[in-house]
Structures are given as C-alpha cells and as structure tokens.
C-alpha cells in the first residue's frame, strides 16, 4: 500500500492507494462456502471494528447481492448495480474516517471499485473563492477519486454560508455525478448528527441519492476498554489489571458527566500513546528491564490526571 498527500494551503487532501496485488474478497470459489458460513471471510476482514453490527450487516448485504447477481447473470437474468454512497452521522472519534478507509480497500477486493484509493478531502478542496472556481475544483476532486471513495468529513460545511456561498454549488456538482459516475464512483459524507440532518435538507433530493446512512454511536465503556486493549496489543502492549480498573472508573466518570468533548476512540488512542511514554520514563530508571515489563503499561503509566493535556 502506498500513500500520497497534496497540501493545500486552506486544506488537504489525503490519497491512499491500495495495493493492487491485495486478496480478493470476490475472489473466493464460492462453492467452498456450502454448509459453511459465506460471510466468514467478511468477519474477518472487519473483525477490528468494535461494535458496528448495522455496518457489518449492510456490508453482507451489498457482499450476498454481487454473488446472487452473478448466479442470476449466469441463468440469464437481469440484475442492476449496486448504489453505493453513504452518509455517515456520529461525534468524533466513532470510527467513520476509519470505517470508510476500510471500505475502499473491501469494495476493491470485492470488484465494485477498478482502484480502490481513498481520497479525503474538505471544505476548502472543494469550494473556491470565485465564481466558476467552485464547480472546477469539484469536477477535478471526483476525477482523481474514480475507481475509489471520495470521503468528505465535516460536510456540512459547504452550507455553512447560506444561499450566495459558494459551497451551495459544491453540493451540486456533487450530486450531479454521483449519478453520472454511480458506477465507479463512491461518496461517502460525513459529520456529526444533528448537522447532517439538516444537511440533509437543503438539497431537494440529496438523502435519496444515499442508499446507506449509517448512524455511528457513541462508544460505551466495555468497547472503549475493548479498543484500549486492542490498541496496545497492536503495539505489543498490555494492560495490567490495575490500569483497566483504573481507565475503566475514569470512563464511567466521562460518561456519567456527559461531556461534549469526550472523543470517544480517539480519546483512548492518545491514552495508549501517553501511556507507553510515561512507561518508557519509568523503565528509564531501571538498570535490568525484562521483557514482560516492556510490555505492561500498569496504572501508574495511565497518567490521567493529565487528561486534559491528552484530549
């Protein structure tokens, strides 16, 4: 997999191509999968994701219509591509750049993208300072994400400035080809709840055109402990009992105090991230370190009373 970024000087837009020789999700002899579970090799492919049920439902759903299509193909029925564009709704940190990044690389393996690169972009990718600029920078963003996602976080800032903003023409170029390039071509916008709705509204037939709109939950405090220990496992890490007891009283506390600038799983990666600094100070002092010790990030390591530093 390689990575490209362009900077631009009000924004940025962020490339991931995905390797080519990667498995092929559709590539399976689908006749292994008699008496067996079909959909195993999409549970494994998404078995990072912590909760999600409603998106691993629809992934099957979109996985079961391509094979179903192919028997109707062979048996010389009719069948019609699959509108994939999305509309993601939750607070920062529930997974949605995460999730749609991981789309683009499971549409490619399933052959429902001929490129499977992931492009995220924001408001000042899009709009422009002039008239006409608007519409070219749009039409340039869709071309360089065909054959993969175009992934706009944040979206419903092209209509933050009303009627005579020119983010109202973004919009428009924007649902213009998402019919005209439906079929090589993902949209996937995203932004917290309550924006999004209203969003929603102020493009006569905008929702329509987004067969899925998936809303992204607030994480509790068992998946967000779930998400500690999977961090710190990829990072060859654990967690002693004592840090779990005490990450766990300080998630309840979050909770029950309804903070608006809690960040969810984004929160957790920078605890983890402070963590194993504060345990390198700490093992610093020690003359012999063996290796279950540069594993184990225990309490003390868990520096929360710095959390305001963290977030």
Do not use: C
């Amino acid at each position: 997999m390689s990575t490209q970024r362009i900077h631009h000087k009000n924004g940025k837009i962020n490339i991931v191509l995905h390797d080519n020789n990667a498995t092929n999700l559709n590539s399976h002899n689908h006749a292994e999968h008699a008496g067996k579970d079909p959909f195993a090799h999409i549970d494994k492919e998404l078995s990072t994701f912590v909760g999600m049920n409603n998106l691993k439902r629809k992934i099957k759903e979109i996985y079961a219509t391509i094979i179903i299509n192919e028997k109707r193909s062979q048996m010389g029925l009719s069948n019609t591509n699959q509108v994939l564009h999305m509309l993601f709704k939750g607070n920062p940190g529930t997974g949605k750049t995460t999730v749609a990044r991981k789309l683009a690389k499971i549409y490619f393996d399933m052959k429902l993208l001929s490129k499977g690169h992931f492009i995220e972009a924001e408001r000042a990718d899009l709009v422009g300072e002039y008239i006409g600029q608007t519409a070219q920078k749009t039409r340039s963003l869709i071309q360089k994400a065909m054959g993969g996602i175009l992934f706009i976080d944040e979206a419903y800032s092209l209509a933050r400035g009303g009627e005579r903003d020119f983010g109202k023409e973004a919009i428009d170029t924007l649902v213009k080809h998402m019919e005209d390039s439906g079929d090589d071509f993902v949209l996937i916008l995203a932004g917290y709840p309550y924006e999004m709705e209203r969003f929603l509204t102020l493009n006569p037939g905008l929702k329509s055109r987004f067969p899925f709109i998936l809303d992204f939950p607030d994480y509790d405090v068992d998946q967000l402990l779930e998400i500690a220990r999977q961090m710190a496992s990829e990072r060859e890490y654990q967690l002693s009992k004592d840090a779990e007891w005490k990450l766990r009283n300080f998630l309840y506390k979050q909770e029950s105090m309804l903070n608006d600038n809690f960040s969810n799983a984004r929160f957790i990666r920078n605890v983890i991230e402070h963590s194993i600094r504060m345990q390198a100070v700490r093992l610093l002092y020690k003359e012999i370190i063996t290796p279950d010790e540069l594993m184990l990030l225990t309490g003390n390591d868990l520096k929360l009373e710095d959390i305001e530093s963290i977030w």
